[in-house]
């Protein structure tokens, strides 16, 4: 990771300004009371933080076996994405992962087991920021390509987003359910919004939503960079740079019982998913057959 980037203003529409805060603030401040406060922060890690870079990355984590998801690059559809187990090294050298070739590639690899390994890649002691080994907490790694788009989407965590390499493009939403207008929770995609992009939302079709997204915030997540995103709050994120490294870390919080939909959501798609056999988002923790 390359903090030496100057500290570079977030891209801000007409929506609301999400609030920036410095790595000093945020330890004064603290995060049990960002929690408490319940609203999106930018966090600007110190300068001096350096974590592994891209080449650093691929060179020590190429033989971890990581989840590669694939769904068709087009933001009307309304697939499930499908999985399969690469080692890393791949998804830097196949061409087969390029962008622009009619499927967005990404690998979202939870390296929880690995805090070494969450440590180097972001170049802090992350195990002593954020409890991420507890249970069902995560410490995921985002690898994508220019254009690559998660769609919108609601997550059950608290959840700080750090960007390493590349700027990335979020759209952040306040809480909510039925102004969402999911789709079917029992297929297992009470999660996702029908309407797939919140910047390109059919008022006629689903003016609840329209209506909650004047509540909207955008932000461009610069590399030095940290989100601190509710649980509760919707988002969608989309790659900026022909290279995107992002690790989030995922902390479940006693807050997801005020928000009941989102917790009778959560255990129904985990049950779901674990039915069905869909990828949910276990830790990573093999190494390809060649490094054995
Ligand atoms: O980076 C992305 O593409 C999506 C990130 C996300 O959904 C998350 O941090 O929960």
Do not use: C
């Not at 690995?114 to 907490?137: I, K, Q, T, W």
């Amino acid at each position: 990771m390359n903090m030496a980037h100057p500290a570079v203003s977030l891209s801000e529409s007409a929506t609301a300004a999400v609030p920036r805060l410095t790595f000093d603030q945020f330890t004064a401040f603290g995060q049990r009371a960002l929690f408490r406060a319940d609203t999106p922060v930018v966090i600007t890690l110190p300068d001096e933080v350096q974590g592994l870079g891209i080449a650093g990355l691929a060179e020590r984590l190429g033989d971890m076996v990581v989840t590669l998801f694939e769904e068709p690059s087009d933001k009307q559809h309304a697939e499930r994405w499908t999985t399969r187990q690469i080692p890393l090294r791949e998804f830097f050298e196949d061409e087969e992962y390029q962008a622009g070739r009619g499927t967005w590639h990404r690998i979202v690899s939870n390296i929880r087991d690995n805090p070494a390994d969450v440590n180097a890649v972001l170049g802090f002691d992350a195990g002593e920021m954020f409890d991420y080994r507890r249970s069902l907490n995560a410490a995921n790694l985002w690898i994508s390509r220019r254009g690559v788009f998660t769609q919108s989407h609601v997550d059950e965590f608290e959840n700080f987003n750090i960007a390493l390499e590349g700027r990335k493009r979020f759209v952040i939403s306040p809480p909510g359910f039925w102004e969402y207008y999911p789709r079917s929770v029992l297929r297992g995609f009470g999660d996702k919004s029908q309407a797939f992009d919140f910047d390109d939302v059919d008022k006629a079709r689903f003016p609840k939503l329209a209506a909650k997204l004047a509540e909207r915030r955008e932000l461009i997540l610069e590399p030095g960079q940290m989100l601190y995103l509710p649980l509760g709050w919707w988002h969608q994120a989309e790659s900026l740079e022909e290279m995107n490294i992002n690790v989030n870390f995922w902390l479940r919080h006693s807050k997801i019982f005020q928000r009941p939909y989102l917790l009778g959501v959560a255990l129904y798609t985990f049950t779901y998913r674990k039915l069905k056999g869909v990828y949910n988002y276990g830790p990573a923790n093999k190494r390809a057959e060649s490094a054995r």
